[in-house]
């Protein structure tokens, strides 16, 4: 009897936003004490910054690390003249610095925000063979990227109902999807509780 070659792996990032996860309160005027350089769920997420001085209209933090395959991956998040929070768009699975372009107005935290993301398998060529989506309580859209949330192309999006524990089954025909440059699963935090993709 042939044995499949179809892997399964599951996706499941539901720990919340954490806006200190990366530098707690701090006036860095050059590289921040790191509190973290990972995230609580273990996938990439996007990072925020959040200020609590009014004088800091375009100051800057540069933020340094690796992205859902683990090359290195630069944003840069211009804070503004509010005490608010600014999020990045780009999605880190590891933060190793955070630097100021200067000393800010007052305290500033750094940590993570409500975008995910998670390789299949590496930037290894792939075919996907079907999916499991378990919705969240928040209806959105579940990319499947060829390549990275940064660089690459959204060849499909499977969209969640918003009813919590609701799944979503689909096989895909014949030979599958082809990600030749790589594949990653990129959503919104609420919209799924966990997400299965089936590849060979």
Known sequence: MAQSDVIPLTISD????????LVTAARPNTSATMANTTF?????RNVIVTTTGTGDNEKTNTIVG???FGDALTEVIT???SAEAVAGTKLFLTVTSVTSSAQFAANIKVGS???CAQAVQGDLRIRL????VVSGGTAGDVEFINGTPESGTTLFKARTIGTANTTIDRT???EGVLFNSGASVKYTLDTVDNITVFYA
Do not use: F, I, M
């Open 79 to 81: 804070s503004t003249g």
């Open 129 to 132: 063979k079907g999916l499991s």
């Open 14 to 21: 539901e720990n919340a936003s954490d806006d200190d996860r």
């Open 66 to 68: 690796t992205d859902v």
């Open 113 to 115: 925000g409500t975008l």
């Open 40 to 44: 609580a769920g273990g996938a990439a």
């Open 172 to 174: 895909v025909p014949a």
